[in-house]
C-alpha cells in the first residue's frame, strides 16, 4: 500500500492542506456554504432548478413535532430519516414496514416507534450535525437502486460520487455499501471506493479500508468493469450543480434508482480525497488542466461535461 501511495505522489495526488488552500478556500465563497452544508436547502434549490431529488416526505423542526411522527409515517412501506446538517452519513436512518407493520432496518433489526422517536430527538439536539448545532429531521424517498448493483452491494444503496471543479467534473467513483459498513455507502465505516474511468462510465479499481480490492467482500463478486448506466446524464448532473450552489470545488453525490433514474443526493464543499486512490491516479494534473481550459469564462454545463470526456 505504502508503494501505491507514493506512486500517486508521483502522480500529482492532491494533498489535505493543498485541497483546502488552493481549491476549498480560493473557490468555495463561504456565503454558498449553507446551500450544501443544509440538505434541506440543497433539496429545494434543485428542485427550483428542476433537478431530480428523493421525494421529501415531511420536515421535523421541533421536538413537540416528534409525537405525531406515527401519523406522518402511517403510509409509507419504507423511508429514510437524515439530519439535514448532517455529515459522513452519520444519524441516517433507513427503515421499511415488514409485513406484520413494524419498522425494520436493512440489516434486519426491527425497532417501535419509541425507537424512532428517540433516534429523531438526538438529530434535533444536534447530535449528528457539524458543529452539534440545532438541527431538522428529514423524511424522504428510500431510493430502490438500480439492478446493476445487485452483487457489489451489502444490504444499502450505492452511490455516485463526482468531484467536480469550476464545474467540470474531472473525478469519479461508486462507493458501494458492506456489512463492515452497516449498509451505508460511507468510506470512513468501511463502504468500498470503485474508481470510474470519466470518459467511459466503467469502474477501475477499488480501495477498501486501505486496501486495493477487485472483488467485493460480502458477495465476491467482481466490481471490476462495471459499466456506470445513465454516465453522460450523471455527468451532466453534475456539472449543472456548479450553478447550483456557486461552489467552484465540489463533490456530487448522486443515486441511480431502477424507477426513477438518477438522483442528486446530497452536494459536499469538502469532498475527501480518497477518490485518487480508488482511481490509481491523481487530481492535481485534472485541475490544472480545467484552470488552463478555463481561466476566466465558464462555459454552459453540456460543454464542461464534452470537455471532461475530451480531456480528463
Known amino acids: 500500500m505504502f508503494g501505491f501511495l507514493t506512486g500517486l505522489k508521483k502522480q500529482g495526488i492532491l494533498g489535505i492542506n493543498n485541497r483546502n488552500a488552493n481549491y476549498v478556500l480560493r473557490y468555495n465563497q463561504r456565503k454558498y456554504y449553507p446551500r450544501v452544508d443544509d440538505k434541506l436547502i ?33 403510509d409509507l412501506n419504507s423511508f ?7 455529515s459522513g452519513g452519520e444519524g441516517v436512518l433507513v427503515l421499511e414496514r415488514t409485513k406484520k407493520g413494524t419498522l425494520r432496518k436493512p440489516g434486519g433489526k426491527v425497532i417501535d416507534i419509541s425507537d424512532l422517536q428517540y433516534h429523531i430527538s438526538r438529530i434535533l439536539s444536534g447530535v449528528f450535525s457539524l458543529g ?37 467534473p474531472v473525478m469519479s467513483m461508486v462507493r458501494l455499501p458492506t456489512s463492515t459498513s452497516d449498509g451505508k455507502a460511507n468510506l470512513h465505516q468501511g463502504a468500498i ?52 450552489t456557486g461552489l467552484g470545488y465540489q463533490g456530487v453525490d448522486i443515486v441511480i434508482d431502477r424507477d426513477l433514474g438518477p438522483l442528486i443526493l446530497e452536494v ?45
Open 42 to 74: 440543497t433539496k429545494e434549490l434543485a428542485t427550483k432548478a428542476g433537478i431530480a431529488v428523493p421525494e421529501l416526505y415531511g420536515v421535523i423542526k421541533a421536538v413537540g413535532q416528534i409525537k405525531f411522527i406515527e401519523n406522518l409515517i402511517k
Open 80 to 86: 429514510v430519516v437524515k439530519p439535514a446538517k448532517g
Open 132 to 168: 452539534g448545532h440545532p438541527d431538522m429531521a428529514l423524511l424522504e424517498y428510500r431510493v430502490n437502486f438500480d439492478p446493476l448493483f445487485e452483487n457489489v452491494s451489502f444490504l444499502g444503496v450505492p452511490d455516485i460520487r463526482i468531484v467536480v471543479f469550476r464545474g467540470v
Open 193 to 244: 471506493g470503485a474508481g470510474i474511468d470519466i470518459r467511459t462510465g466503467k469502474t477501475l479499481g477499488a480501495v477498501w479500508r486501505n486496501q486495493i480490492v477487485e472483488e467485493h467482500p460480502d458477495t465476491g463478486n467482481d466490481i471490476v468493469d462495471l459499466k456506470i448506466p445513465h454516465w453522460q446524464d450523471l455527468l451532466l448532473l453534475a456539472a449543472r450543480c456548479y450553478e447550483l
Open 268 to 312: 459536499n464543499a469538502r469532498p475527501g480525497l480518497n477518490i485518487q486512490i480508488a482511481n490509481g491516479t491523481g487530481l492535481l494534473p485534472r485541475l490544472e488542466k480545467v484552470e488552463s481550459a478555463f481561466m476566466n469564462d465558464v462555459p454552459t454545463p453540456d460543454k464542461r461535461v464534452e470537455f471532461a470526456l475530451e480531456h480528463l
